[in-house]
């Protein structure tokens, strides 16, 4: 006896419709989604100015009560403690920062020039900037050479002919630079001096530390810069000569982790999650919009929608469906009326003599 068919793998086999190929998908971007969830900041206030404090030298955010940090950060800042009651201190223990907000601009401009943090007997270095603030979106020119300075940047692209960019900074030592839009509107193009120049959205990435191989982190704040593991196969301390088969902790492919190549480190912008909120929501109301007009005319025993005039005139199947064609026939009516018109074809269908 024997049966029509083609041979499967046993790997084929044991997939139940795919359920092990969309588990092996989840799995993949869980890392990912891990991190994310974990480097989330709780809310504050749209109003306050937000200080990131990124220590250095080794400094672990988890090996601190939070009650010893944030006296940690008024002591850097020279504030007291009065008068940084309105102040909120938070710290990030993925990042391995400390998120600061403020509502005075005074107390803000003295977070930003935090050098050094001071706990006990041990003192480690420190870098402090202002975030962006709220209702702001980025986006990024490519092709700026080394030789034009920040202080150049700025006043190329803060200029009238661009009313809705705030600021401007080059990303590291790269050619790209970031500009800060008022608002949640990226335009495609931006004037750059007399030139014009294509400008895309700001994707962040997820940060992977090249100091200690680890996720969530950048190098300059790692807090393990003397336990490295293999960005390949996850090894712990390997050695110099160390050979493995690499696979990428956030996409599961043949890379190390988080390689340039990966898409799978890119955060998915801000302004693409608003759109397609604003369109999923725009869509149910529509859907809803119609539901409750069908139930609308079949109340009223209408049931038909093509008998409304609305669809009759937009499906062609109404009186209204085709104006230009009773145009042209009201055209016709009107010359048939006319005498000289009449007096033609009487003259064209008169019998002729013989």
Known sequence: MSVEGEDVTQQEYEDEAGVNAVNNKWSKGQRARQIMAASRMPSLPNEDYKIIVRPRDGFKVTDYGINRLECCVANAAEIPRKESEEDTVCANYEQNILVVSTPSEERAEKYRAIARLRIGDKEFEANAYESAPEDTSKGVIRGVTHEVSPREIVEMLVTPR????????????TTNVIILFDGHHV????????????????RKHIDVCYQCGRLGHRADVCPNPNSRICRGCGTENPQQDHECEAKCQLCGKDHPTADRRCMARYKIPY?????RWERARREEEEAMYYEKEAEALYRQGRHDWRQQPEHQARD??????????????????????????QKERAASTAPRDP
């Not at 705030?166 to 990303?171: D, E, N, P, S």
């Not at 302004?271 to 759109?275: A, G, P, S």
């Not at 085709?322 to 009201?330: D, G, I, N």
């Open 162 to 173: 661009n009313p809705t960019v705030l600021m401007a900074k080059r990303m590291g030592n």
């Open 187 to 202: 335009p495609n193009y931006v004037r750059y001096g007399r030139a014009l120049v294509k400008c895309s959205l700001y």
């Open 271 to 275: 302004l693409v999650k608003r759109r």
């Open 316 to 341: 062609g199947s109404g009186p209204d469906a085709f104006p230009k064609h009773q145009a042209r026939e009201k055209g016709r009516s009107t010359r048939e009326q006319d005498p000289r018109a």
